[in-house]
């Protein structure tokens, strides 16, 4: 499987890793750390040199019960950010983490390469009107409700054929728009329980049944360190296993926040396919 990123072709038959860069002050676990353009750009060399594919970037915290964010204000931190890291590294492939459309419009102006929508187009109809008219590939994760009431949303009679039937939905109508590069994201920790994310992550090869590259955003997250009884600042270990778990079950992605170690964990997956 391959995406098109600005005449880029990116083969995805390798796990690929995505950095996550966050340029809020509230996100979850390393808010208001990038939020400056420098130090966004240092972080962004680190991650590149690390082996990072992509880079995504959010200006809105979409953490459980996350506070509304207008569309000026994200514009107004993300914009900046996006012109700084295009000029200083031309070829990197930024991704970025929104649910706007006109977000997703001026981004995709200034260099950006694909957008990463934690709806869908559920939260903007606009969005995927957006895609097809950009040529972009779009990553689709899969949400009920929004950030300030998905937790309340976790009520599946059958939830991995419920997020199949969510998907199929979402790529008939992206398919009918001539969206050509999709990718699916079955959305750890949005609108999910633990023990809903742990069935997911068990059952994650069946999503292959979509025939569409699956992206694993696990990194860090509650799953992991309410279960070890820790906090996030000390899931790194945890967010490993998981991560390697993901990428034996098929992800083609992995989001997170430290690349080095998830880039060990593609080389060592690998190693142990070729014997």
Known sequence: MTINCKGQIIDLSSPKIMGILNITPNSFYDGGKYSLENNAIAQVEIMLNEGATFIDIGAYSSKPN??????????????????????????????????????????????????????????????????????????????????????????????????????????????????????????????????????????????????????????????IYKTLDINAEEALNGTTVLNTIAITKGASIIRVHDVKQAMECVKLCEKLGKQ
Request: charged fraction near 25%.
């Open 66 to 223: 996350a506070e509304f964010v207008s569309e000026e204000e994200e514009l107004s931190r993300i914009i900046p950010v996006v012109k700084a890291l295009i000029k200083e590294f031309p070829k990197a492939i930024l991704s970025i983490d929104t649910f706007r459309s006109s977000v997703a419009q001026e981004c995709l102006n200034n260099g950006a390469a694909l957008i990463n929508d934690i709806s869908a187009g559920s939260l903007d109809e606009k969005m995927m009107e957006v895609i097809a008219s950009n040529k972009v590939p779009y990553i689709m994760m899969h949400l009920r409700g929004t950030p300030q009431t998905m937790q309340n949303q976790t009520n599946y009679e059958h939830l991995i054929n419920e997020i199949l039937t969510y998907f199929s939905d979402k790529i008939n109508k992206a398919r009918s728009l001539g969206i050509n590069d999709l990718i699916i994201d079955p959305g750890f920790g949005f609108a999910k329980t633990t023990d809903q994310n742990y069935e997911i992550l068990s059952n994650l090869e069946l999503f292959k049944v979509l025939e569409l590259p699956i992206l694993a955003g696990i990194s860090r997250k509650s799953m």
